[in-house]
Structures are given as structure tokens and as C-alpha cells.
């Protein structure tokens, strides 16, 4: 089965809910969000729909990101939290955050939790220990996690997505998972260029035939556009 999506409802929700059947929601990253509002959700959307929770920054990205500017969060709060937050720490506030997020997932009836790690979260000792006590602590019956790990050398990835039954989050146009179970994420970002990717790429045909014969191989398949035309190329692919 692939099911295919976006990284964000990156049309209005009715336009969304009409033509794709899955939706990584990104609000969930940027802020803490009243509950009240994904209960709305919920309601709006086909029951047959899925959403998929991306975890809020505060478990992965420490204050230095830009991407806190988003966060609602006054500077006095952002100062107060400063020593606690991002990098997998496990501690009073970030398990907070987590049981949120265990929250967001009930209500949405979510099976899925992402957790996306900035790319200076490297696989050194001290990271690779902290991500350890953070999924030994995160571990919560029907809901898996998948992870993006990125820069991440394929034996580590695989060992620690081994050991807590994580879903190894990819780009399948760049590399396949290193551990398989019997669900496989993959996240399209667009051209990559070295290091640097390339979000304002429009895929060809023949680039999504290629990611198709790729999905096909896996019993259960997410194919999340996460490009500027992400929605346009989500539909392009459905007609595949």
C-alpha cells in the first residue's frame, strides 16, 4: 500500500481532504497548539483520513534555530526553557512536550509520531546516548515513531532504529531505509545539490515513476511531498 501526502496542508484543508488521504501536520513543530483546534480538524477531515504528528521543536531543535521565532514563546519563556529543550533531552519539560504530543495523537487518531532532527545532530557518543534514554522514556503503545536522522552514518541508524523499533525516515530518492519492518516514510524534499537542497523543484514524470517502483517495493509506503509544489506533484503521483 503507498499512501501519499504533504508535509503541511499546503492548499486550503477542504481542496486537501478532497484529494489526498494523508497530511504530516506541521503546526504541531512550530507551537503548542490548543487542542480544541485539532479536535476541529479531526471533525472536518474524512474519517478515513490520516494525520500524521510532527513532534513539537522543543524535543529536537535548541533555542539557536530560526524556527523558534514561530513559536508564540516570549523571550522570558524561551530564556526560562533555554537549558532543556532540543537535542533528544529527556527531562521534566521535554516530557512534557512528548505526552502533547501522545495527546495531539489521540485526538487525531494518529498511528504515527515524526520526530525530525536538525542536521547538526550529529551521531556523535553523547547524541547517540541521549537519543537512547530519550526513546527508552518515549516508548507508548499503537503509536510508532519515525524518525529522520540526517548525516547519520547507515550502521548507526539502523542499530538504534533496530533496538526501539523506529521508523527510519528517508528520502527514497536519495537512499533506502537502513532498517525495515514493515513501514517505510519518505519524505521528499526536492533537488539536492551536494549539501544543499533544492525545495523549489518541480518533479518530472519520469522522477515519479522512479520513486513509485522504489515505494513499490515496501507493504506500507508513505510518500510525503515536502517541495514548493508539493500538492501538484502529490496529485501527479495519485495519477500514477
Not at 14 to 38: C, G, P, R
Request: charged share 35%.
Amino acid at each position: 500500500m503507498i499512501k501519499v501526502g504533504c508535509c503541511g496542508f499546503s492548499v486550503s484543508k477542504k481542496k486537501y481532504f478532497e484529494n489526498l488521504k494523508v497530511v504530516e501536520v506541521q503546526q504541531t513543530f512550530y507551537k503548542i497548539l490548543d487542542e480544541k483546534t485539532l479536535k476541529n480538524w479531526r471533525e472536518e477531515a474524512p474519517k478515513d483520513f490520516e494525520f500524521v504528528i510532527k513532534a513539537f521543536q522543543g524535543i529536537t531543535h535548541n533555542i539557536k534555530s530560526p524556527t523558534w521565532k514561530k513559536s508564540g514563546m516570549s523571550k522570558e519563556e524561551l530564556k526560562r526553557i533555554e537549558k532543556y529543550v532540543g537535542e533528544l533531552k529527556w527531562n521534566k519539560i521535554t516530557s512534557e512536550y512528548w505526552n502533547k504530543m501522545i495527546n495531539y495523537s489521540k485526538i487525531l487518531n494518529s498511528k504515527i509520531i515524526l520526530i525530525q532532527l536538525p542536521s547538526s545532530f550529529k551521531d556523535e557518543e553523547e547524541n547517540v546516548k541521549r537519543a537512547k534514554e530519550f526513546f527508552e522514556n518515549a516508548k507508548e503503545k499503537n503509536i510508532r515513531i519515525a524518525v529522520e536522522l540526517r548525516g547519520w552514518k547507515e550502521k548507526n541508524k539502523e542499530n538504534i532504529c533496530k533496538e526501539f523499533d523506529l521508523i527510519d525516515v528517508v528520502d527514497l530518492n536519495v537512499s533506502e531505509p537502513s532498517y525495515y519492518k514493515d513501514i517505510v516514510y519518505s519524505r521528499l524534499h526536492g533537488k539536492y545539490e551536494g549539501n544543499k537542497i533544492i525545495y523549489k523543484h518541480d518533479y518530472s514524470k519520469e522522477e515519479l515513476k522512479k520513486i513509485k517502483e522504489k515505494a513499490k517495493k515496501y507493504k506500507e509506503c508513505y510518500i510525503m511531498f515536502n517541495n514548493v509544489f508539493m500538492f501538484k506533484n502529490a496529485l501527479e503521483f495519485l495519477n500514477l
